[in-house]
């Protein structure tokens, strides 16, 4: 079946710094991929996602690439700030008839210090 | 606005209990979904829906049941709370269309422990 791997946490980080967090996936076809991002206390919010190879989703600073051939989808910031500091989220989706259920990795807590 | 919303936001309960949570949203989506948060799984599907009167089982839908009577709501019930359900429940919708290039909106979650 369908999964997502991404490194475990807690990441952390001084503000300014660069952030990587690295994703891998399992598929059987040609999923969609997307970042999700809680902030405290909150429920998952949509931050960026791809929908076919190559293609590069970015918002609010952050960049990720669907890497078909390593079956990645890493997600960078070149400046991180101290409202960064959430918890990440990698997942995908297949490209089904109906609907589109997520597979969820086991997300990423990032900690951004003054 | 439209929005989705949860409640109750936190719940205590008793094993052997039936529990219901309870997720509205205005989006007038066709697809809902419920997923439950647990350190070191992400999150998991236990059940979703793509339309009234449509139900169909996550990854870890044993002990759970959702009925869908309408567009705006899909409850999720416990038949019999059990210490091993203790988590952060999320419901999310999204639009029917395509896979995976609809976004899904979260709620905010409940936190439900059963002693």
């Known amino acids: 079946g369908d999964s997502v791997t991404q490194m475990e946490g807690p990441v952390t980080l001084s503000e300014e710094a660069f952030l990587t967090i690295n994703c891998t996936y399992t598929?059987?076809?040609?999923?969609?991929l997307f970042w999700y991002v809680q902030y405290p206390g909150e429920g998952l919010q949509l931050l960026l996602k791809?929908?076919?190879?190559?293609d590069k989703g970015s918002n609010k600073g952050f960049e990720a690439t669907y890497r078909k051939e390593t079956t990645s989808f890493h997600l960078e910031k070149g400046s991180v700030q101290v409202s960064d500091s959430a918890v990440y989220f990698c997942a995908l989706s297949e490209e089904k008839a109906a609907g589109n259920k997520l597979t969820f990795g086991g997300g990423t807590r990032v900690l951004v210090k003054p | 606005d439209a929005e989705i919303t949860q409640s109750p936001r936190h719940k205590i309960t008793e094993t052997g209990r039936q529990v219901t949570l309870a997720c509205h949203q205005t989006?007038?989506?066709?697809?809902m979904f419920w997923y439950r948060q647990d350190l070191g799984h992400g999150l998991r599907l236990i059940h979703y829906?793509?339309?009234?009167?449509?139900?169909n089982k996550g990854e870890v839908s044993d002990g759970y049941s959702v009925s869908r009577s309408n567009t705006e709501d899909l409850p999720l019930t416990l038949e019999s709370a059990a210490s091993s359900q203790t988590s952060v429940y999320f419901c999310?919708?999204?639009?029917?269309?395509?896979?995976?290039?609809?976004?899904?909106?979260f709620g905010p979650g409940t936190r439900l422990t059963v002693l």
């Open positions: 829906s793509y339309g009234v009167q449509d139900t």
């Open positions: 791809a929908t076919k190879a190559d």
């Open positions: 999310a919708s999204s639009e029917q269309g395509l896979a995976g290039r609809n976004e899904q909106f």
């Open positions: 598929a059987t076809g040609y999923p969609s």
């Open positions: 989006w007038n989506h066709n697809n």
